[in-house]
């Protein structure tokens, strides 16, 4: 399963919103999760199942899709979450794939 | 709270083994929901899944690297490992371990991630 992010960069004003999208080559059904990764630090789970918040997530972190598109939205940016975001499936794993990252830019 | 850590060597030279333990603390590496797996990041590139083990030695491995890597599972002291042979440049990255869900493979928690170079 090949899973495509969109757009590779993304440059967005604090306050406003970001939607960052996944592709999957196939039908991987709601087996989605994205990440979000600062740099020098490991990746930190944001949403699994594709809609479901991980602990300590914030509200304004929300996710949708299923199937073959997907979605992060963050409703309001904060200066915090300027960083690399990757979906990564897991409908039949193993394996697991992950795309290859959006980079949310301060514009 | 569950806390993983990296260690091991930071260099290794080309054609020898890369070995790296993840050590698990604040927590049971036996629990039956969680697989513990290895990922890596070149540098300035993506994520890519190495594989998993579960405590009871069972393990899946990347296609792309399966003829050069070796998981073990030491559940006495709570360890888990990563050996890679006949290592060139290309895998010179930062190598993170995490603890996978059983039945849905998603990442709930990570090691902070060491660094390995491969260079003579």
């Known amino acids: 399963i090949v899973l495509t992010q969109s757009p590779a960069t993304l440059s967005v004003s604090p306050g406003e919103k970001a939607t960052l999208s996944c592709r999957a080559s196939?039908?991987?059904?709601?087996?989605l999760a994205w990440y979000q990764q600062k740099p020098g630090q490991p990746p930190r789970l944001l949403i699994f199942?594709?809609?479901t918040r991980a602990t300590g997530i914030p509200a304004r972190f929300s996710g949708s899709g299923s199937g073959t598109e997907f979605s992060l939205t963050i409703s309001s940016l904060q200066s915090e979450d300027f960083a690399v975001y990757y979906c990564?499936?897991?409908?039949?794993?193993?394996?697991?794939?992950f795309g290859q990252g959006t980079r949310l830019d301060i514009k | 709270q569950l806390h993983l850590q990296e260690s091991g060597p930071g260099l290794v030279k080309p054609s020898e083994t890369l070995s790296l333990t993840c050590t698990v603390s604040?927590?049971?590496?036996?629990?039956?929901?969680?697989?513990w797996g290895w990922i890596r990041q070149s540098p300035g590139k993506g994520l890519e899944w190495i594989g998993a083990?579960?405590?009871?030695?069972?393990?899946y491995y990347n296609s792309s690297l399966k003829s050069r890597v070796t998981f073990s599972v030491d559940t006495s002291k709570n360890q888990f490992s990563l050996s890679l042979r006949s290592v060139t440049a290309a895998d010179t990255a930062v190598y993170f371990c995490?603890?996978?869900?059983?039945?849905?493979?998603?990442?709930?928690?990570w090691g902070k991630g060491t660094t390995v170079t491969v260079s003579s």
């Open positions: 199942a594709a809609s």
């Open positions: 604040g927590g049971s590496i036996s629990g039956s929901s969680f697989y």
């Open positions: 995490s603890r996978g869900l059983g039945y849905y493979y998603y990442m709930d928690v």
């Open positions: 196939q039908n991987i059904n709601t087996n």
């Open positions: 990564q499936e897991y409908n039949k794993w193993p394996p697991i794939t």
């Open positions: 083990i579960y405590y009871s030695g069972v393990t």
